[in-house]
Every structure is written in structure tokens, then in C-alpha cells.
Nanobody, 120 residues
Framework: QARLVESGGGLVQPGGSLRLSCAASESDAKVYAMGWYRQAPGKQRELVAQVSSGYSTNYGDSVKGRFTISRIYANDTVYLQMNSLKAEDTAVYYC??????????????WGQGTQVTVSS
């Protein structure tokens, strides 16, 4: 059964950096787009960054120029390098990936979430 395992959250001061990682484990499924979303208290979940199976990337407007998504296709691991962190980046960050088992529809899968807190 496919699953996503996240790591790397924590507490950091404003202006600092963190790197999140997410590894997909699956059997008999192909992984397509992978990415990160976040949800702050009282707010809707929003896209942070996404990388497709075709190497294209997409970023939320609020993180452009500060965050970088990368992916190792050989083992379906995605990283999010977060620099120049701000208090408003505080949220639970969720890894997301689209899997497809042969013969079935492509479906999204979510990680368990990792807390990122930016505070002095």
C-alpha cells in the first residue's frame, strides 16, 4: 500500500531555514506529481510547491524566491528547502503525491503533516 513519510519540521527563527523531506513508498504504483501544501490555523490548505513527473515546478505566490522544491525520481523523494522564513510561514506542512496503480484511476495521497513554526 502506498504511503508518504515526512520529516524535517520544527522551530526556527525568522530569517532562518529548514528543509522538509518526503519519501513515497509504493508497490506496483507509479508516482506522478509530488508536492507540499500547508495549512495554518483558521485558514484553508494552500499549495506551497509542486513538481511534476515531467520536471516542471509550480510555487505558491507567497513562497516564490524563498522556497525551492526538488525531487529524486529514482526513489520518489521530494524536498522543500525553505529559506528566509517568516512568521506567516508557520503552518502544518503536508506532503502530497499522485499515485496510479495499473488499471485504476490516478489518486492523491497525503502525508501525516509536519509542523513548521517560525518564531523568535
Amino acid at each position: 500500500q502506498a504511503r508518504l513519510v515526512e520529516s524535517g519540521g520544527g522551530l526556527v527563527q525568522p530569517g532562518g531555514s529548514l528543509r522538509l523531506s518526503c519519501a513515497a513508498s509504493e508497490s506496483d504504483a507509479k508516482v506522478y506529481a509530488m508536492g507540499w501544501y500547508r495549512q495554518a490555523p483558521g485558514k484553508q490548505r494552500e499549495l506551497v510547491a509542486q513538481v511534476s513527473s515531467g520536471y516542471s515546478t509550480n510555487y505558491g505566490d507567497s513562497v516564490k524566491g524563498r522556497f525551492t522544491i526538488s525531487r529524486i525520481y529514482a526513489n520518489d523523494t521530494v524536498y522543500l528547502q525553505m529559506n528566509s522564513l517568516k512568521a506567516e510561514d508557520t503552518a502544518v506542512y503536508y506532503c502530497n503525491a499522485y499515485f496510479q496503480v495499473p488499471g485504476l484511476d490516478r489518486t492523491p495521497l497525503w502525508g501525516q503533516g509536519t509542523q513548521v513554526t517560525v518564531s523568535s
